[in-house]
T-cell receptor
Framework: DAKTTQPNSMESNEEEPVHLPCNHS???????IHWYRQLPSQGPEYVIH?????VNNRMASLAIAEDRKSSTLILHRATLRDAAVYYC?????????WGAGTKLIIKP | KAGVTQTPRYLIKTRGQQVTLSCSPI?????VSWYQQTPGQGLQFLFE???????NKGNFPGRFSGRQFSNSRSEMNVSTLELGDSALYLC?????????????FGDGTRLSIL
């Protein structure tokens, strides 16, 4: 199963928007795109998921490319508490297929 | 609403021993998944259970096994432990395990093999 690819790390300033990219060029038509984040010494936390159209919730927005080969997680106004490893994931056949994640660093 | 509970939080074993880890899902969730997290391999899927049946299994040797009880609680067992089994083992629950449903994770069991 092909995994997603993400930048190893990204930096952003506090209170500015953050755009986290993800490539999933081999995703199948029925796979959902999920984003989770993980803080040190904690289990992953669900952020958002979608299939084809863009999605919004109280935590973030998910923009999915029309061809579904890539997506972008958008944090509208990053805070220090958003510093974590963000994972872009394929949801398929009763399992989540994880990439290596992007470590997001927030500068005050 | 209580979250996913994993016990124990930390465990130290020696090579050749076996270990059983426990997971209590969120009330009402019938699907339980297990993942292994290591610095080198990241998060890898072990298996998923729904209504006491294993529906999917990752690429792990037969030493890794699991089961689910009628109350949806789940256990995983690792026999003949090897040094490479040292990892954080994570359990996640969801309503039905469908790919469009969020999974809720516990904080994991940290297993160290000496």
């Amino acid at each position: 199963d092909a995994k997603t690819t993400q930048p190893n790390s990204m930096e952003s300033n506090e209170e500015e928007p953050v755009h986290l990219p993800c490539n999933h060029s081999t995703i199948s038509g029925t796979d959902y795109i999920h984003w989770y984040r993980q803080l040190p010494s904690q289990g992953p936390e669900y952020v958002i998921h979608g299939l084809t159209s863009n999605v919004n919730n109280r935590m973030a927005s998910l923009a999915i490319a029309e061809d579904r080969k890539s997506s972008t997680l958008i944090l509208h106004r990053a805070t220090l508490r958003d510093a974590a490893v963000y994972y872009c994931i394929r949801g398929s056949n009763y399992q989540l297929i994880w990439g290596a994640g992007t470590k997001l660093i927030i500068k005050p | 609403k209580a979250g996913v509970t994993q016990t124990p939080r930390y465990l130290i074993k020696t090579r050749g021993q076996q270990v059983t880890l426990s997971c209590s899902p969120i009330s009402g969730h019938r699907s339980v998944s297990w993942y292994q997290q290591t610095p080198g391999q990241g998060l890898q899927f072990l298996f998923e259970y729904f209504s006491e049946t294993q529906r999917n299994k990752g690429n792990f040797p037969g030493r890794f096994s699991g089961r689910q009880f009628s109350n949806s609680r789940s256990e995983m067992n690792v026999s003949t432990l090897e040094l490479g089994d040292s990892a954080l083992y994570l359990c996640a629950s969801s309503l039905e395990g469908k790919s469009n449903q969020p999974q809720h994770f516990g904080d994991g069991t940290r297993l160290s093999i000496l």
